[in-house]
């Protein structure tokens, strides 16, 4: 009986010896082919994933547009650093509000590079600028003229010293009270320029106010030319108002404002007495293969006519206005929207300030003058026309990333007919 119980027991121990074998090996088997499915499964999701990156970042590449905020994210979190490039002579830079939009942080913003300048400055700095609000260019400015340099500045009356005494404002007041001399125009029109000359060498100009909403909230522009024959060429200017002659009765020089620069033909204009808006709509129309603008205000009518000609001759025309103000019946953004060309209202929320045409990816059109008529007629404006290749570069570049931000209107706003 105990043998046979043994025997039994025995029995059962193989079988269940077996038995678990058995599992064992299922067991096993299961777990491979587990094993496997996983790693093809892990594999699979790791292809789709590398074939969406590859897809939204080509997208994101041809159109700027970013909508799993994957690349855009990135571009917010690194460090700010200036937009822009030059050469031998020029610098262009570009106000980046996105990532450069504390005033109490200079780093990487245009007014460090205006600053910069304002401290290697060696004997004048002669300056015809809008408005201002920036504390610590007034300081630079103050140390300049305590080491001696000649500063003078010409502003507007209303927009430059009436405002010097808003809240955020004095700037001016510190200026005067360090003994540097401040006029304004004294006058109901504009005195609209934005531009500096450093050491009769060196000009600085664009669409950038020296304020706070200039650098760090809206969309600019600045270039700088390193060259006395500009720099003369403005100091006339300058000279000019600095006596008292502003707008229509300041005399026109226009003849003797173009100069070469190491091969590249440099224009200069002012307004309102070198009809600037005739001399802009003569070179729209002689655009060949495209036109770009980007425009704070664009309501002058010949140069309107001038872009939808060529448009309509088959020249390739982009532009982006700014929304506010863009739908009005002086607009040239109804008539361009109707008539088909690619237009778009800028999405920047602050304002898209810029006042820039590039010619045939060659020519570029900058500086103070808005395309209207009292820009034309009435104000102190100026205007670089510069035909130089990589400089157009710059600004088709930064043509691009507004366009990426930019938006079609409403139709239902266009009222085309």
Known sequence: MTKKSTTTRGT????????????????????????????????????????????????????????????????????????????????????????????????????????????????????????????????????????????????????GIEADEEEGHGQFAMLEKAGIEVIDDGRGALMHNKFWIFDDQTVWTGSTNITVNGNFRNNNNVIVIESPEVAEIYEREFAEMWDGKFGPTSPSTVDEQSVTIDGTPVQILFAAEDDVADRLAALLEGAQSSIRFMAF?????????????????????????????????????????????????????????????????????????????????????????????????QYLQEFERRWAEATEPDVADMECK
């Open 12 to 159: 059962t121990k193989k079988s269940a010896t077996k038995t678990s074998s058995s599992k064992s090996s299922v067991s096993k088997r299961s777990t491979s082919t587990s094993k496997k499915q996983s790693t093809s499964s892990s594999r699979l999701t790791t292809i789709v994933g590398i074939i969406v990156v590859l897809v939204l970042g080509s997208y994101y590449l041809l159109t700027g547009s970013d909508p799993l905020g994957l690349f855009d994210q990135a571009t917010q979190t690194s460090s700010p650093a200036i937009v822009g490039s030059g050469g031998d002579w020029w610098q262009v830079y570009f106000t980046d509000p996105l990532n450069v939009n504390d005033p109490d942080n200079l780093t990487g913003s245009i007014p460090e590079q205006l600053i910069a300048r304002i401290n290697d400055a060696q004997s004048t700095i002669h300056i015809a600028a809008f408005e201002f609000n920036l504390t610590p260019v007034a300081e630079a400015l103050i140390a300049a003229h305590k080491r001696g340099v000649e500063v003078q500045w010409v502003t507007d009356d209303e927009n």
């Open 297 to 393: 205000s664009f309501t002058h009518e010949g140069m309107g006519n001038a872009v939808l000609e060529r448009a309509e001759a088959g020249v390739d025309v982009m532009g982006i206005f700014e929304t506010r103000g863009s739908e009005t019946e002086y607009s040239e953004l109804p008539i361009l929207y109707c008539a088909d060309v690619p237009v778009r209202q800028d999405g920047n929320p602050g304002t898209f300030h810029h006042k820039v045409l590039v010619i045939d990816e060659q020519t570029v059109v900058t500086g103070s003058f808005n395309f209207s008529e009292n820009a034309d007629t009435s104000n102190d404006e100026n205007v670089v026309m510069i035909t130089n290749r990589d400089i157009a570069a």
